[in-house]
Protein backbone atom coordinates (compact mmCIF):
# COMPACT_ATOMS: atom_id res chain seq x y z
CA UNK A 1 0.00 0.00 0.00
CA UNK A 2 2.97 2.75 0.58
CA UNK A 3 4.45 1.95 -2.47
CA UNK A 4 1.19 2.29 -4.54
CA UNK A 5 0.54 5.59 -2.62
CA UNK A 6 4.35 6.69 -3.28
CA UNK A 7 3.86 5.89 -7.01
CA UNK A 8 0.66 7.72 -6.99
CA UNK A 9 2.18 11.07 -5.42
CA UNK A 10 5.43 11.20 -7.63
CA UNK A 11 3.19 10.27 -11.16
CA UNK A 12 0.83 13.04 -9.95
CA UNK A 13 2.99 15.80 -9.41
CA UNK A 14 5.89 14.57 -11.75
CA UNK A 15 8.49 15.36 -8.93
CA UNK A 16 10.16 13.46 -5.99
CA UNK A 17 10.94 16.69 -4.43
CA UNK A 18 6.75 18.15 -4.56
CA UNK A 19 5.79 14.21 -3.79
CA UNK A 20 7.72 13.74 -0.99
CA UNK A 21 7.10 17.25 0.71
CA UNK A 22 3.63 16.09 0.42
CA UNK A 23 3.57 12.89 1.95
CA UNK A 24 5.87 13.97 5.39
CA UNK A 25 9.00 12.42 4.15
CA UNK A 26 12.67 12.29 2.55
CA UNK A 27 13.16 12.81 -0.90
CA UNK A 28 15.01 9.76 -0.99
CA UNK A 29 13.23 7.21 1.26
CA UNK A 30 9.89 8.09 -1.08
CA UNK A 31 12.77 6.86 -4.28
CA UNK A 32 13.42 3.52 -2.76
CA UNK A 33 10.05 2.82 -2.12
CA UNK A 34 8.79 3.68 -5.12
CA UNK A 35 12.01 1.61 -6.62
CA UNK A 36 11.39 -1.40 -4.94
CA UNK A 37 7.55 -1.37 -5.95
CA UNK A 38 8.97 -1.40 -9.31
CA UNK A 39 11.45 -4.06 -8.35
CA UNK A 40 8.48 -6.43 -7.06
CA UNK A 41 6.46 -5.87 -10.57
CA UNK A 42 9.32 -6.23 -12.88
CA UNK A 43 8.19 -3.23 -14.77
CA UNK A 44 9.35 0.79 -14.86
CA UNK A 45 6.71 2.67 -14.04
CA UNK A 46 8.64 6.22 -13.71
CA UNK A 47 10.83 7.68 -16.18
CA UNK A 48 13.43 9.57 -15.00
CA UNK A 49 15.73 12.65 -16.55
CA UNK A 50 17.80 15.13 -14.27
CA UNK A 51 14.98 17.75 -14.97
CA UNK A 52 11.66 15.85 -15.46
CA UNK A 53 10.29 12.49 -13.75
CA UNK A 54 6.95 11.42 -15.72
CA UNK A 55 5.19 7.96 -15.93
CA UNK A 56 6.00 4.88 -18.21
CA UNK A 57 3.05 3.46 -20.47
CA UNK A 58 3.12 0.95 -17.84
CA UNK A 59 2.73 3.55 -15.10
CA UNK A 60 0.38 5.57 -16.70
CA UNK A 61 -2.05 2.54 -16.78
CA UNK A 62 -0.98 2.14 -13.35
CA UNK A 63 -1.80 5.77 -12.41
CA UNK A 64 -5.34 5.54 -14.34
CA UNK A 65 -6.96 2.65 -11.92
CA UNK A 66 -4.57 3.89 -8.89
CA UNK A 67 -5.91 7.38 -8.14
CA UNK A 68 -9.62 7.05 -8.25
CA UNK A 69 -9.35 4.15 -5.83
CA UNK A 70 -7.06 5.68 -3.56
CA UNK A 71 -9.08 8.90 -3.21
CA UNK A 72 -12.06 6.68 -2.81
CA UNK A 73 -10.45 4.83 0.08
CA UNK A 74 -9.30 8.34 1.56
CA UNK A 75 -13.11 9.43 1.46
CA UNK A 76 -14.05 6.19 3.33
CA UNK A 77 -11.45 6.26 5.81
CA UNK A 78 -12.08 9.85 6.62
CA UNK A 79 -16.19 9.41 6.83
CA UNK A 80 -15.10 6.57 9.75
CA UNK A 81 -12.90 8.42 11.51
CA UNK A 82 -15.37 11.23 11.53
CA UNK A 83 -18.03 8.84 13.30
CA UNK A 84 -15.81 9.34 16.67
CA UNK A 85 -16.40 13.24 16.52
CA UNK A 86 -16.72 16.42 15.14
CA UNK A 87 -15.76 16.62 11.37
CA UNK A 88 -12.02 16.76 10.59
CA UNK A 89 -9.39 16.30 7.58
CA UNK A 90 -7.81 18.64 5.19
CA UNK A 91 -9.83 20.40 2.89
CA UNK A 92 -7.64 21.72 -0.59
CA UNK A 93 -9.25 24.28 -2.79
CA UNK A 94 -7.84 25.98 -6.04
CA UNK A 95 -9.87 29.36 -6.10
CA UNK A 96 -8.94 32.32 -7.37
CA UNK A 97 -8.13 36.06 -5.17
CA UNK A 98 -11.15 37.62 -5.54
CA UNK A 99 -13.61 34.79 -4.49
CA UNK A 100 -11.35 33.65 -1.32
CA UNK A 101 -11.16 36.93 -0.01
CA UNK A 102 -14.66 38.05 -0.26
CA UNK A 103 -16.67 34.48 0.23
CA UNK A 104 -13.97 32.19 1.45
CA UNK A 105 -12.38 34.13 4.50
CA UNK A 106 -15.38 35.92 5.72
CA UNK A 107 -17.19 31.73 6.19
CA UNK A 108 -14.33 30.37 7.13
CA UNK A 109 -13.80 32.55 9.72
CA UNK A 110 -16.95 31.74 11.00
CA UNK A 111 -16.40 28.55 10.73
CA UNK A 112 -13.27 26.63 11.40
CA UNK A 113 -13.50 28.27 15.42
CA UNK A 114 -16.07 25.50 15.98
CA UNK A 115 -14.28 22.52 14.17
CA UNK A 116 -10.66 22.56 15.45
CA UNK A 117 -10.52 19.47 13.73
CA UNK A 118 -10.71 21.30 10.04
CA UNK A 119 -7.85 22.33 7.87
CA UNK A 120 -8.73 24.48 4.79
CA UNK A 121 -6.07 24.86 2.55
CA UNK A 122 -6.33 27.64 -0.40
CA UNK A 123 -4.61 27.81 -3.58
CA UNK A 124 -4.98 31.10 -5.42
CA UNK A 125 -4.42 30.37 -9.31
CA UNK A 126 -6.29 31.71 -12.17
CA UNK A 127 -5.55 28.75 -14.44
CA UNK A 128 -8.12 26.65 -15.38
CA UNK A 129 -6.84 23.89 -12.90
CA UNK A 130 -7.30 20.49 -13.64
CA UNK A 131 -8.76 19.53 -9.49
CA UNK A 132 -8.60 15.58 -10.33
CA UNK A 133 -4.96 15.28 -11.52
CA UNK A 134 -3.65 18.01 -9.02
CA UNK A 135 -5.63 16.35 -5.63
CA UNK A 136 -7.53 19.25 -4.98
CA UNK A 137 -10.88 18.93 -2.98
CA UNK A 138 -13.02 21.68 -5.10
CA UNK A 139 -12.18 24.36 -6.93
CA UNK A 140 -14.03 27.89 -7.15
CA UNK A 141 -14.35 29.74 -10.74
CA UNK A 142 -16.88 31.25 -12.67
CA UNK A 143 -20.07 29.54 -13.53
CA UNK A 144 -19.03 29.71 -17.03
CA UNK A 145 -15.59 28.37 -16.38
CA UNK A 146 -16.91 25.14 -14.65
CA UNK A 147 -17.06 22.17 -16.27
CA UNK A 148 -20.25 20.43 -16.97
CA UNK A 149 -19.10 16.75 -15.81
CA UNK A 150 -18.61 19.02 -12.22
CA UNK A 151 -21.36 19.15 -9.46
CA UNK A 152 -21.45 23.25 -9.08
CA UNK A 153 -22.93 24.49 -5.81
CA UNK A 154 -23.55 28.56 -6.49
CA UNK A 155 -21.27 30.31 -3.39
CA UNK A 156 -21.80 33.84 -4.42
CA UNK A 157 -24.12 36.63 -6.58
CA UNK A 158 -23.26 38.04 -9.56
CA UNK A 159 -21.23 41.06 -9.54
CA UNK A 160 -20.20 44.25 -11.54
CA UNK A 161 -16.75 45.07 -12.89
CA UNK A 162 -15.97 48.24 -12.85
CA UNK A 163 -13.20 50.93 -14.49
CA UNK A 164 -11.08 53.17 -11.88
CA UNK A 165 -8.32 55.24 -12.15
CA UNK A 166 -7.15 57.56 -9.36
CA UNK A 167 -7.34 61.35 -9.60
CA UNK A 168 -4.21 62.35 -10.15
CA UNK A 169 -4.28 59.83 -13.56
CA UNK A 170 -8.03 61.46 -15.11
CA UNK A 171 -6.33 64.89 -14.30
CA UNK A 172 -3.74 64.12 -16.69
CA UNK A 173 -5.85 62.08 -19.41
CA UNK A 174 -9.24 62.72 -20.42
CA UNK A 175 -11.98 60.59 -19.32
CA UNK A 176 -12.85 57.28 -21.58
CA UNK A 177 -16.66 58.03 -22.64
CA UNK A 178 -16.61 54.63 -24.35
CA UNK A 179 -15.39 51.41 -24.08
CA UNK A 180 -13.36 51.69 -27.42
CA UNK A 181 -11.44 55.23 -26.23
CA UNK A 182 -9.70 52.57 -23.72
CA UNK A 183 -7.54 51.79 -25.96
CA UNK A 184 -5.91 55.54 -26.25
CA UNK A 185 -5.29 54.55 -22.21
CA UNK A 186 -3.01 53.13 -19.95
CA UNK A 187 -4.52 50.14 -18.86
CA UNK A 188 -3.66 47.53 -16.04
CA UNK A 189 -3.87 44.04 -17.01
CA UNK A 190 -4.97 40.92 -15.66
CA UNK A 191 -2.84 37.79 -17.17
CA UNK A 192 -4.40 34.77 -17.77
CA UNK A 193 -2.25 31.96 -17.31
CA UNK A 194 -4.79 29.48 -19.09
CA UNK A 195 -4.63 31.54 -22.29
CA UNK A 196 -1.87 33.48 -21.84
CA UNK A 197 -3.25 36.46 -22.88
CA UNK A 198 -4.94 39.36 -20.99
CA UNK A 199 -8.24 39.46 -19.36
CA UNK A 200 -10.70 41.12 -21.72
CA UNK A 201 -12.64 43.79 -20.77
CA UNK A 202 -16.40 43.00 -21.20
CA UNK A 203 -19.38 45.96 -21.44
CA UNK A 204 -22.98 46.15 -22.04
CA UNK A 205 -25.35 48.93 -22.86
CA UNK A 206 -28.79 48.95 -23.67
CA UNK A 207 -28.42 45.23 -25.12
CA UNK A 208 -25.13 45.67 -26.94
CA UNK A 209 -22.46 43.69 -26.02
CA UNK A 210 -18.46 44.86 -26.43
CA UNK A 211 -15.37 42.85 -25.57
CA UNK A 212 -12.05 45.46 -25.29
CA UNK A 213 -8.38 44.10 -25.57
CA UNK A 214 -6.36 46.63 -23.43
CA UNK A 215 -2.92 47.63 -23.06
CA UNK A 216 -0.42 49.26 -20.83
CA UNK A 217 2.46 49.81 -19.02
CA UNK A 218 1.56 47.10 -16.45
CA UNK A 219 0.42 43.78 -16.22
CA UNK A 220 -0.25 41.25 -12.84
CA UNK A 221 -2.01 37.79 -11.95
CA UNK A 222 -3.42 39.44 -8.94
CA UNK A 223 -5.94 41.87 -8.40
CA UNK A 224 -4.45 43.39 -5.40
CA UNK A 225 -1.79 44.75 -7.07
CA UNK A 226 -3.55 45.89 -10.08
CA UNK A 227 -5.79 47.61 -7.41
CA UNK A 228 -2.43 49.67 -5.53
CA UNK A 229 -1.19 50.59 -9.19
CA UNK A 230 -4.45 52.52 -10.24
CA UNK A 231 -4.21 54.03 -6.34
CA UNK A 232 -1.18 55.28 -7.40
CA UNK A 233 -2.13 56.47 -10.51
CA UNK A 234 -0.22 54.50 -12.68
CA UNK A 235 -3.42 53.49 -15.21
CA UNK A 236 -7.05 52.12 -15.25
CA UNK A 237 -7.99 49.25 -14.25
CA UNK A 238 -10.68 46.95 -14.50
CA UNK A 239 -11.72 45.42 -11.12
CA UNK A 240 -14.98 43.94 -9.29
CA UNK A 241 -17.11 46.97 -7.70
CA UNK A 242 -17.07 45.15 -3.88
CA UNK A 243 -13.10 45.56 -3.89
CA UNK A 244 -13.08 49.20 -5.06
CA UNK A 245 -16.08 50.36 -3.23
CA UNK A 246 -14.59 52.06 -0.47
CA UNK A 247 -11.44 53.68 -2.39
CA UNK A 248 -14.26 55.58 -4.95
CA UNK A 249 -15.82 56.70 -1.85
CA UNK A 250 -13.34 57.98 -0.62
CA UNK A 251 -12.52 59.79 -3.90
CA UNK A 252 -9.14 57.80 -3.96
CA UNK A 253 -10.46 56.28 -7.34
CA UNK A 254 -12.94 57.52 -9.63
CA UNK A 255 -15.12 55.35 -11.53
CA UNK A 256 -15.26 55.90 -15.22
CA UNK A 257 -17.87 54.29 -17.78
CA UNK A 258 -20.13 54.22 -15.22
CA UNK A 259 -23.45 54.05 -18.08
CA UNK A 260 -22.00 50.77 -19.28
CA UNK A 261 -22.25 47.74 -17.40
CA UNK A 262 -20.07 44.92 -17.23
CA UNK A 263 -22.01 42.09 -15.18
CA UNK A 264 -19.37 39.06 -14.35
CA UNK A 265 -21.48 35.73 -13.35
CA UNK A 266 -20.92 34.50 -9.49
CA UNK A 267 -18.85 32.14 -8.33
CA UNK A 268 -19.77 28.38 -8.28
CA UNK A 269 -17.44 25.94 -5.52
CA UNK A 270 -17.09 22.49 -7.85
CA UNK A 271 -16.16 18.83 -7.05
CA UNK A 272 -15.97 15.93 -9.30
CA UNK A 273 -19.49 14.33 -9.49
CA UNK A 274 -17.92 10.60 -8.40
CA UNK A 275 -16.99 12.52 -5.48
CA UNK A 276 -18.26 10.63 -2.17
CA UNK A 277 -18.39 13.84 0.13
CA UNK A 278 -16.96 13.39 4.15
CA UNK A 279 -18.81 14.99 6.36
CA UNK A 280 -16.25 17.97 6.84
CA UNK A 281 -16.37 19.13 2.92
CA UNK A 282 -20.38 18.67 3.14
CA UNK A 283 -20.11 21.37 6.62
CA UNK A 284 -18.02 23.49 4.46
CA UNK A 285 -19.99 22.94 0.88
CA UNK A 286 -23.51 24.06 3.55
CA UNK A 287 -21.43 27.06 5.08
CA UNK A 288 -20.17 28.68 1.16
CA UNK A 289 -23.47 27.98 -0.42
CA UNK A 290 -25.17 30.93 -1.75
CA UNK A 291 -28.55 31.96 -0.46
CA UNK A 292 -30.18 34.93 -2.02
Not at 59 to 78: F, I, K, M, N
Request: proline share 6%.
Amino acid sequence: MAGLTAFVAVAEDRSFTKAAARLGMSQSALSQIVRRLEASLGLPLLARTTRSVAPTEAGERLLATLAPALQSLDDSLTSLSELRGKPAGVIRITSVEHASMTILAPALATLLPDYPGLKVEIINDYRLTDIVAERFDAGIRLGEQVDRDMIAVRIGPDFDMVVVGSPSYLERRARPRTPHQLTEHACINLRLPTSGGFQPWHFAKDGRELMVRTDGPLAFNTITLSLDMALAGLGLAFLPADIVQAHIARARLVRVLADWRALSSGYHLYYPSRRQPARAFTLLVDALRYRS
